[in-house]
């Protein structure tokens, strides 16, 4: 699954290049990926203009001027390409990105007035495109159950220690990947944070010091902002704006690093398994016991 950095990447390329563009056409080819009725596609899709693209966890929406929205989940292998006067293509990193497009993994694709074209392509299938209306994005299922944006200046460390209290029997980073807790942390910010923070990735949340918390608060800034800035990891399936790879995975400091030193104190780094997730830690910056 993508992560928030790599969803961002995407946000940020799609916004310079289709904010004002009008829809004139759209095509499918999978049913269950686009699951809209043909009126509502009629007369909230086609002749919209595109107003805006945001971005809430790891789903993408495109706000239209019909007051409708298009909430897009790209899952494994999701991939928008958007071919224009620019070229622009984000997602999973394959030949589609910089092939002829449609190919046999197009499943939508929207037509624009100025002759560009939107496409999304997802491989096995398991991304969606739904459109509906702007009001209702808040009330999915989804969007009720997820936490607070990590990056959003209203997510102090004080809202983070009390969301992580609300588990505080749980291991830490179990914690920190359960997405009602906060939105878009995945496995590598998770490990690359908790490394940052010198706590190791079982630690019971109660047994975490208050000053411990606030630094993995500033951690997990931190490492989102750093990816964010580096076009997304390469961890498989991301590309930033260009179809350039995103590096951050590059600067990371213990993730897929297992035999090699740890950059802080030259400890072997190791990787074991923690919260059902492949973990990597410092085990002499992160130890079980005396991560207070
Ligand atoms: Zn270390």
Known sequence: MPELPEVETVRMGLSRLIISKSITDVAFDWPKGFPN????????????????????????LIDLSSKYTLVIHLKMTGQLVFRGEEQFGAGHPNESLIGKLPDKSTRVQFDFTDGSHLFFNDQRKFG???????????????????GPEP????????????????????????????????????????????????????????????????????????????????GGSTDRNYVNAEGK??????????????????????????????????????PKCQRPQFAI
């Not at 009725?37 to 107003?51: K, M, R, W």
């Open 128 to 146: 969606w495109v739904k459109l509906i209306p702007s009001l209702e994005v808040e009330n999915l299922d989804f969007f009720k159950k997820v």
């Open 151 to 230: 990056l959003h200046d209203e997510f102090t460390s004080a809202v983070f220690i009390d969301r992580m209290m609300r588990r505080k029997n749980s291991g830490v980073k179990a914690v920190l990947l359960d997405q009602t807790v906060l939105a878009g942390i995945g496995n590598i910010y998770a490990d690359e944070a908790l490394w940052g923070a010198k706590i190791h990735p079982s630690t019971l949340v109660r047994d975490i010091s208050k000053t411990k918390l606030v630094k993995l608060h500033e951690e997990i800034q931190f490492v989102l902002r750093l990816s964010i800035e580096k």
């Open 245 to 282: 790879r995103g590096s951050y995975i590059d600067f990371a400091r213990v993730f897929r690093r297992e035999k090699l030193p740890c950059p802080r104190c030259g400890s072997t780094i190791i990787k074991t398994r923690v919260a059902g997730r492949g973990t990597h830690t410092c």
């Open 37 to 60: 009725s043909t009126s509502d596609v009629e007369a909230f899709l086609i002749g919209a203009n595109i107003i805006d693209v945001r971005r809430r966890a790891k789903v993408l």
